[in-house]
């Protein structure tokens, strides 16, 4: 019962770290969209980013990293794979 009771306790503490990890990130996501806005060079695509996704995207807007490397094969690419992954996030790399 006491390895059980600190299983779920070690849970609890991961899943808030998680939580504050993600507001934290959406804080700084949102900083730098605000910094792209207010510069010129950016500005046109962070507005045009901002159009098609008003209230930002969640999972149902975000499809997976295999969705991005078959997209890129068939517009041409020879060889695609993942270049780095964090939590549900992917950089993807296609050569041509």
Sequence with gaps: RGRATAD????????RRGRAT???????????????TADEQPAPRAAERQRIYPDGHG????????WHLDALRAVGFRETGPLGRGGTDAAVIGVH
């Design 22 to 36: 993600a507001n934290r990130r959406g804080r700084a996501t949102a900083d730098r969209r605000g910094r792209a």
């Design 59 to 66: 999972p149902d807007s975000t499809p997976p990293a295999t």
């Design 8 to 15: 779920r306790r070690g849970r609890a503490t991961a899943n």
